[in-house]
């Protein structure tokens, strides 16, 4: 056993703390705000139908996603330890028992499978990047710039190359460490994504389709949602927030013991989520003012903000500028998807951080694979979801991360005792009551009703009833 025992009868991590409040609520804002928000959120939405599917995304975020990342940095916070061992801990330690580390190990999996794919699509805003700045997109048609996008992930070989390049990236800040490789990656992208984003919006305004993308974001449609588009939703809010597997909790860890638990979600939360309807309101009017369609799948930002900067004077510029943010942002996510592993294999195998980078970056870049293939040689192959990379996307965000989530809010929520939630959330009052409410009951049981039916368990039970 660790033996980290700070002096006040608390625990220390391992790993180091955040040098402040500020660094903490930073690096979550920088996990949870990526390519979730600009890139799935209005792909997703689009294949969803909109504004049913956004409604029933903000539910989710609200009643669901925040009591669970709650929970997921108190029990970081209270264990101090990787996911695993944390959970390990803390089951035992609450009079319940250690196996609860599993849902900790299905974490570090979703993690490296998410990671995966996360990676590859990362690649494309790393090629977008010379692309815009080669100004490859300078007054192009919707066909043209459709023709770039279809060329560029039609061809392995250029995709595997920045696949590789971002795992790299990754693995570099991984080993630097929590300090000095996390802070300061966070620490300008966030606010510049959000003045971009600012800039593309100003443009939609002015596109003459703003009214038609607010209304297909915001009116809603509920013939058009099904239980799976509901599991979608739910499956986005958490990807989005980076919950459900652990990161959060990872990153909970190293928070230290004074900062508010509850501030510093809602903080992350109403930060990623202004940038994920900002995306939309961006680029939903660009959809429409180019005749595209808003359910074209994976290659909707591709497809519609180049033509977008295209137009606009100092496009190149904007472009540019906006590629390398996107990036970032992926960067900042991608770190928060390899911690989970990183710390067990340093704490369990006695690692060096360095050497457990980037034994799990090779791991996840080999596994990436994969989701290169799904775009070229291998589109053609087709099995439940879709492609494999659609079923590394379904398993992962829709099923895997509201497992953990379900889990995270029943350990909060139930197995650990009331005494020990409120030191770490450091309230009795309402809002504490409202936190438990929705911990204990709220978000498993949504999450599992949803669950349940939409994979048809429960019009099969009333079909056996009836
Ligand atoms: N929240 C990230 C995004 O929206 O792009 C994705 C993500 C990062 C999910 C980290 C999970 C995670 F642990």
């Not at 939903?284 to 930002?301: C, I, Q, S, T, Y």
């Amino acid at each position: 056993m660790l033996s980290n025992q700070a002096g006040d009868g608390k625990r220390s991590s391992l790993h180091g703390h955040w040098s402040s409040r500020m660094a903490f609520i930073l690096a979550v804002t920088g996990s949870a705000v990526g390519l979730g928000n600009i890139w799935k959120f209005p792909y997703i939405a689009g294949q969803n139908g909109g504004g049913a599917f956004v409604l029933v995304y903000l539910a989710c975020v609200i009643f669901i996603g925040m009591p669970v990342m709650m929970s997921e940095i108190l029990i970081g916070r209270r264990g101090r330890r990787n996911p695993i061992a944390t959970m390990t801990l803390l089951g035992k330690e609450e009079g319940s028992s250690g196996n609860w580390g599993w849902v900790g190990s299905m974490g570090v999996v979703a993690g490296i499978l998410i990671l995966s794919y996360y990676s590859v699509i990362a690649g494309w805003t790393l090629a977008y990047i010379v692309k815009s700045a080669t100004g490859a997109f300078v007054g192009g048609t919707p066909a043209e710039v459709g023709a770039q996008f279809g060329g560029f992930v039609g061809d392995w070989r250029q995709v595997g190359l920045t696949h590789t390049i971002f795992m790299a990236l990754t693995v570099f800040v991984v080993a630097r460490g929590v300090e000095r490789g996390l802070e300061q990656a966070v620490r300008f992208m966030v606010p510049a994504l959000l003045v971009l984003m600012l800039v593309l919006l100003v443009y939609s305004i002015n596109s003459g389709y703003f009214g038609q993308g607010v209304a297909f974001m915001f009116t809603p449609d509920f013939d058009k949602l099904t239980w799976n588009s509901v599991l979608a939703a739910l499956g986005q809010a958490f990807f989005t927030l980076s919950i459900g597997m652990g990161a959060i909790m990872a990153y909970g860890a190293y928070l230290p013991e004074e900062t508010s638990i509850t501030g510093a979600s809602a903080a992350v939360v109403s930060a990623d989520t202004a940038i994920a309807i900002l995306a939309g309101l961006a680029i939903f009017p660009l959809v429409f003012a180019n005749g595209l369609e808003p359910g074209d799948g994976p290659g909707l930002v591709f497809n519609t903000l180049p033509l977008a900067f295209g137009q606009m004077s100092g496009g190149i510029f904007f472009s540019t500028i906006f590629f390398v943010l996107l990036s970032f942002a992926a960067w900042t996510s991608a770190i928060g998807l390899m911690e989970p592993a990183v710390a067990w294999l340093v704490e369990k195998h006695n690692r060096s951080r360095a050497q457990a980078a980037v034994i799990v970056g090779l791991l996840i870049w080999a596994i990436g694979f994969g989701s290169v293939l799904s775009f070229n040689v291998l589109a053609d192959v087709k099995f439940l979801a879709g492609t494999i990379f659609d079923n590394v996307d379904y398993l992962t965000s829709n099923i895997m991360l509201p497992l953990g989530g379900l889990l995270i809010a029943v350990f909060a929520g139930w197995v650990m005792c009331r005494n020990s939630t409120s030191d770490e959330l450091g309230t009795a009052g309402n809002v504490f009551k409202t936190w438990r409410l929705l911990a204990r009951f709220v978000a498993p049981l949504g999450i599992l009703f949803v669950l349940l039916n939409a994979v048809g368990l429960l019009d099969w039970i009333r079909s056996l009833a009836s």
